[in-house]
């Protein structure tokens, strides 16, 4: 079962409700308000060649290098 991130419309408090996927139970915030389901903030990892500003340039050198061979 995976956690849901719910925001209170009204003050905008939040708050994580484990809950299975196809239940859609109505959260109810601390003023009472009712609380709306919104898309939770993940973390993204770049991994592999070409996400890094030195990785880039070693590819501009490479190219250089052989643009002045072939010359």
């Known amino acids: 079962m995976p956690f849901y991130r ?6 905008g ?5 484990l809950h299975g996927m196809n239940e859609n ?6 003023c009472g308000s009712q609380m ?4 939770g ?3 993204v990892v770049f991994k592999g060649s070409g996400f ?3 990785d880039n340039k070693k590819n501009e050198n490479k190219k250089q290098e052989k ?3 072939a010359a």
């Open 6 to 11: 719910y925001v209170c419309e009204t003050c």
């Open 13 to 17: 408090s939040e708050k994580r409700v």
């Open 25 to 30: 139970p109505t959260i109810l915030c601390e």
């Open 36 to 39: 709306k389901r919104s898309i």
């Open 41 to 43: 903030r993940v973390a």
């Open 52 to 54: 890094y500003v030195t």
């Open 67 to 69: 643009s002045e061979e």
